[in-house]
């Protein structure tokens, strides 16, 4: 069974850092991008970030650009997605995702990939 889940989220204060995790079981990530998304209640899921299969390209949102790190782990299997100096408007409930693209690209649109996990709670309040 396919399978992908998130860990990691939790409440921070203002400023604060969390590390996602992303961890893939029935499947090898290493053949697929990844990318991380964000939702909130009433709000489209947005692109946070993404990494292309072999790690060579990645790419942010604006939004989180110079605070969020993404990077793999092949020997683990796993997706981390490092966020620092958060604020109230990064709370949301982040999902990892895989999606088997044609080049070695990765993409913050929603559709490009096939199998979500379940999510994760990120909460930014003091």
């Known amino acids: 069974q396919l399978q992908l889940v998130e860990s990691g989220g939790g409440l921070v204060q203002p400023g604060g850092s969390l590390r996602l995790s992303c961890a893939a079981s029935?499947?090898?990530?290493?053949?697929?991008?990844i990318g991380w998304f964000r939702q909130v209640p009433g709000k489209e899921r947005e692109g946070v970030s993404c990494?292309?299969?072999?790690?060579?390209?990645?790419n942010y949102a604006d939004s989180v650009k110079g605070r969020f790190t993404i990077a793999r782990d092949p020997a683990k299997n796993t997706v981390y997605l490092q966020m620092n100096n958060l604020n109230p408007e990064d709370t949301a409930v982040y999902y990892c995702?895989?999606?088997?693209?044609?080049?070695?690209?990765?993409?913050?649109?929603?559709?490009?990939?096939?199998?979500w996990g379940q999510g994760t709670q990120v909460t930014v309040s003091s």
């Open positions: 995702a895989s999606g088997r693209l044609l080049f070695d690209l990765c993409t913050l649109f929603p559709r490009q990939y096939e199998y």
């Open positions: 990494i292309s299969r072999t790690g060579r390209v990645t």
């Open positions: 029935g499947f090898t990530l290493g053949s697929d991008a």
